[in-house]
C-alpha cells in the first residue's frame, strides 16, 4: 500500500509541478521493470521519468546531475541502488533516522545545492519534494519495518 501510495505522489508532483520525480521500486514488489537500457545495481529494479529542458542557473552543472543527486544523501542513509538513464539520475536510500529529521535535513540542504525548491506534500506518511534547476524530487516514506525508504532523483533532457 505505501509503494502505491509512494507512486501516486510521485506521478502527482510530476504532473502538477513538472518536476521529475523517479520512483524506484524494489524488485519484490512485482512494480514495472524498466522501459529503457539502465545501470543499475544489482538486485534492484529501476523506471525513470524524462523530464523537459530547463535553464540551470545556480543549479548543479550541466551533466552533473549525479553529483547533486549525491550531495542530497542524507548522513547515515544506506545506498540500496542507483540508476543513470541519459541525463537522469536516481538513487535509492535507506535509512533508521526518524522521518522528521530526514524531513529537517532535506528543508535545510535543499536551498544550499543551488536547486529552487517548488513544493513539499506531505500524506499517509510520505513525504515528496519537488524542485527545478535541474527538475528533480525526494519521496520519503516509511518501509515498513521501523525505517524510511528515500528515493533522490534529478535530470535533464539530452
Same mark, same amino acid.
Given at each position: 500500500?505505501?509503494?502505491?501510495?509512494?507512486?501516486?505522489?510521485?506521478?502527482?508532483?510530476?504532473?502538477?509541478?513538472?518536476?521529475?520525480?523517479?520512483?524506484?521500486?524494489?524488485?519484490?514488489?512485482?512494480?514495472?521493470?524498466?522501459?529503457?537500457?539502465?545501470?543499475?545495481?544489482?538486485?534492484?529494479?529501476?523506471?525513470?521519468?524524462?523530464?523537459? %529542458?530547463?535553464?540551470?542557473?545556480?543549479?548543479? !552543472?550541466?551533466? *552533473? +546531475?549525479? $553529483?547533486?543527486?549525491?550531495?542530497? =544523501? @542524507? /548522513?547515515?542513509?544506506?545506498?540500496?541502488?542507483?540508476?543513470?538513464?541519459?541525463?537522469?539520475? %536516481?538513487?535509492?536510500?535507506?535509512?533508521?533516522? !526518524?522521518?522528521? *529529521? +530526514?524531513? $529537517?535535513?532535506?528543508?535545510?540542504? =535543499? @536551498? /544550499?545545492?543551488?536547486?529552487?525548491?517548488?513544493?513539499?506534500?506531505?500524506?499517509?506518511?510520505? %513525504?515528496?519534494?519537488?524542485?527545478?534547476?535541474?527538475?528533480?524530487?525526494?519521496?520519503?516514506?516509511?518501509?515498513?519495518?521501523?525505517?524510511?525508504?528515500?528515493?533522490?532523483?534529478?535530470?535533464?533532457?539530452?
Amino acid at each position: 500500500m505505501n509503494r502505491t501510495l509512494v507512486i501516486l505522489l510521485t506521478v502527482l508532483v510530476v504532473g502538477c509541478g513538472g518536476a521529475a520525480a523517479t520512483q524506484a521500486p524494489r524488485a519484490s514488489t512485482g512494480a514495472a521493470q524498466p522501459s529503457a537500457a539502465a545501470v543499475t545495481t544489482p538486485g534492484a529494479a529501476a523506471t525513470a521519468a524524462s523530464v523537459g %529542458t530547463r535553464a540551470n542557473p545556480g543549479g548543479a !552543472p550541466a551533466g *552533473d +546531475v549525479k $553529483s547533486l543527486v549525491k550531495s542530497l =544523501i @542524507p /548522513t547515515g542513509s544506506t545506498q540500496l541502488s542507483e540508476t543513470q538513464i541519459g541525463g537522469n539520475y %536516481t538513487v535509492q536510500l535507506s535509512s533508521q533516522s !526518524p522521518q522528521a *529529521d +530526514v524531513e $529537517s535535513f532535506f528543508d535545510q540542504k =535543499i @536551498p /544550499t545545492v543551488g536547486v529552487t525548491q517548488t513544493g513539499k506534500t506531505s500524506g499517509g506518511g510520505t %513525504t515528496v519534494y519537488a524542485f527545478t534547476n535541474p527538475d528533480g524530487g525526494i519521496t520519503i516514506t516509511p518501509d515498513g519495518s521501523g525505517g524510511l525508504l528515500i528515493i533522490i532523483s534529478a535530470g535533464t533532457s539530452s
